[in-house]
Antibody, heavy 120, light 107 residues
């Protein structure tokens, strides 16, 4: 059974860098793309970007200037960094696996979510 | 970006009812459309992918349909555990975008 376990700092000050890591247990790591998605409190879901095992990335244009993702294939982990955070970046951040049967991408396994609050 | 619009929101219904949630996209996306269920405080759960394919382990009372710009999620007979928020999501082209959500409430 695939499990995604994520961690990172939960309270940041404006202008600091958000850093989260997601570890993948069970299943293949190299055969998939991996994604980050966030959800502001009481609001909907926003896709941040994706990365595969070789480090190929694709970011949302709205966050591209502040986002970077990386992989550690030796530990089956992938990470998110978001620089220069503001209160608007306060959200629950989820990591997720992208399933692609016949080219139809969807998010089939999710981490538990981490609330990141940006406040001075 | 492809815009996603769900209706209705919220939706009030009773156990045993048949309900349908609609998702409309701002451009044609063939059948690159997924549906998720989210319980409070939990991560979303994949229900339907490619517009009408049921994810493994999801009860058969859930079904999806549509193509192009108009899609539906139907729950055949509501069970107590189905009261949650539902999101559609397009995977036609990045950035992958979600609908605003439909909260299914107990009447």
């Amino acid at each position: 059974q695939v499990q995604l376990q994520q961690w990172g700092a939960g309270l940041l000050k404006p202008s600091e860098t958000l850093s989260l890591t997601c570890a993948v247990y069970g299943g293949s790591f190299s055969g998939y793309y991996w994604s980050w998605i966030r959800q502001p409190p009481g609001k909907g879901l926003e896709w941040i970007g994706e990365i595969n095992h070789s480090g190929r990335t694709n970011y949302s244009p709205s966050l591209k200037s502040r986002v970077s993702m990386s992989v550690d294939t030796s530990n089956n982990e992938f990470s998110l960094k978001l620089t220069s955070v503001t209160a608007a970046d306060t959200a629950v951040y989820f990591c997720a696996r992208i399933l692609s049967p016949s080219g139809y991408d969807s998010f089939d396994y999710w981490g538990q979510g981490n609330l990141v609050t940006v406040s001075s | 970006d492809i815009q996603m619009t769900q209706s209705p929101s919220p939706l009030s219904a009773s156990v045993g009812d048949r309900v349908t949630i609609t998702c409309r996209t701002s451009q044609r996306i063939a059948n690159y459309l997924n549906w998720y269920q989210q319980q409070p405080g939990k991560a979303p759960k994949l229900l339907i992918y490619a517009a009408s394919s049921l994810q493994n382990g999801v009860p058969s009372r859930f079904s999806g349909g549509g193509s192009g710009t108009d899609f539906t999620l139907t729950i055949g007979s509501l069970q107590p555990e189905d009261f949650a928020t539902y999101y559609c999501q397009q995977s036609y082209s990045p950035p992958y975008t979600f609908g605003q959500g439909t909260k299914l409430e107990i009447k």
